[in-house]
Nanobody, 116 residues
């Protein structure tokens, strides 16, 4: 069964760091993987994505603080989040797009809370 499994969320103080991981299983021909986030009352927004050839795209709000990387052999994507701010608090959802199926896949989400 196709699925995305996320890990690494939690509670961190402002200025701290977290690393999110997302592993895809039973999804072939993945072209793009990455992360979106959704805070209460807000629309879902792109955080960072990376193509299979390693090209990243970042939201302006996280440039210089977040770094996305991928391991094609493991169908896994990582998001290193540094200098976290209260406004980064949200549910972070892993995303993958498959050329093979023409479908987008979503993980269940992992909560990131930045608070003192």
């Amino acid at each position: 069964q196709a699925q995305l499994v996320e890990s690494g969320g939690g509670l961190v103080q402002p200025g701290g760091s977290l690393r999110l991981s997302c592993a895809a299983s039973d999804i072939s021909s993945i072209h793009v993987m990455g992360w979106h986030r959704q805070a209460p009352g807000n629309e879902r927004e792109l955080v960072a994505i990376i193509t299979r050839d390693g090209t990243p795209t970042y939201a302006d709000s996280v440039k210089g603080r977040f770094t996305i990387s991928g391991d094609n052999a493991k169908n896994t994507v990582y998001l290193q989040m540094n200098s976290l701010k209260a406004e980064d608090t949200a549910v972070y959802l892993c995303y993958a797009y498959s050329w093979g199926t023409g479908r987008a896949y979503w993980g269940p989400g992992t909560q990131v809370t930045v608070s003192s």
